[in-house]
């Protein structure tokens, strides 16, 4: 089970989307990093056949997935950001109908829905229309559209993004249950969500994958760049204006300012052990700016 992208690129007119990108997954859970617009969509709509490549070519197990075709696309399962449902259905007959299209048998389809809604904890609540779901509820049962045909490409973008705290919880257990026997590819600029699950990330940038690695080989990077300082007011908004900042906390009429600098950023400074998100600051942050990511 080998997932393999070949200098892959996409251009819209004169916009590069994706350029020269080339990476190989195999079965586990994999992170796709990076910041808005980075191009983390293109790419795996172009993984889920949903755009066509203007360069290079996406093989699985040594095979182009252009002409394995319908074979490819009965392997794989896809949750976008937003996925398309019916809001008058119930999450049972929206399952059921997604199942018919994607070829499952009755008998078939109806065992797979109800283990699936298990899994998710919808059980419960199958027969009530998706309008009154939650945000996170939509989010389980989109995953579960997706796995309905028990694919073995799994490809997630930003599936947990506008989730409560609880729910990415969730949904990141749910994750790493099916991951098993599955290459999967989630996409997301919230880096706790990948913590815990990633086998490897993938951080991409402007249409490129910039690095690849464990978390420990990628927090490398930033070893010795990380650091924390207990500052007055006034010296708070110094560091910020200077430095690029992964944390900040209140400590009375002190701030504790996490920041990531190449040189001690100021007397009162330590090193401390850095994280994912000070390597996401490092590369995507800007000075003066608290990323949107943090919890």
């Given at each position: 089970m080998k997932l393999q992208v070949n200098d892959l690129c996409k251009n819209f007119k004169e916009n590069i989307a994706v350029n020269h990108v080339s990476f190989t997954l195999e079965k586990g859970v994999y992170g796709l990093l990076g910041a808005?617009?980075?191009g983390?969509?293109?790419l795996m709509r172009?993984?889920?056949t949903l755009v066509i490549p203007t360069n290079g070519t996406i093989q699985y197990d040594g095979k182009d997935i252009r002409d394995m075709n319908e074979k490819y696309?009965?392997?794989?399962g896809y949750l976008p950001q937003e996925f398309g449902y019916y809001p008058?259905?119930?999450a049972e007959d929206y399952l059921l109908y997604i199942a018919a299209l994607k070829g499952l048998k009755t008998l078939i389809a109806k065992k797979r829905v109800n283990e699936l809604l298990e899994i998710v904890s919808l059980t419960k609540v199958r027969r009530k229309k998706i309008k009154t779901f939650s945000g996170g509820m939509k989010r389980r049962l989109g995953i579960v559209q997706a796995v309905l045909n028990d694919p073995e490409v799994l490809i997630l973008d930003e599936p947990t993004a506008g989730l409560d705290p609880k729910e990415r919880i969730r949904f990141r257990t749910l994750v790493s249950r099916i991951a098993e026997?599955?290459?999967v590819l989630l996409s997301t600029h919230i880096v706790s969500d990948l913590e815990s699950i990633a086998k490897e990330i993938l951080i991409m940038k402007e249409g490129e994958i910039i690095e690849q690695g464990d978390i420990k080989k990628l927090l490398c990077e930033v070893n010795g760049k990380v650091w924390s300082s207990i500052a007055d007011l006034k010296e708070a908004d110094q560091l910020r204006s200077t430095y690029l900042l992964s944390n900040e906390k209140n400590c009375g009429d002190k701030i504790e300012l996490r920041i990531i600098?190449?040189?001690?950023?100021?007397?009162?400074?330590?090193q401390v052990q850095p994280a994912l998100e000070d390597l996401f600051i490092y590369y995507f942050g800007e000075v003066n700016e608290i990323a949107d990511f943090q919890i």
């Open positions: 808005n617009g980075a983390k969509t293109t172009m993984l889920s696309r009965k392997i794989i008058e259905f119930s026997e599955r290459i600098s190449e040189t001690k950023p100021s007397i009162s400074a330590v």
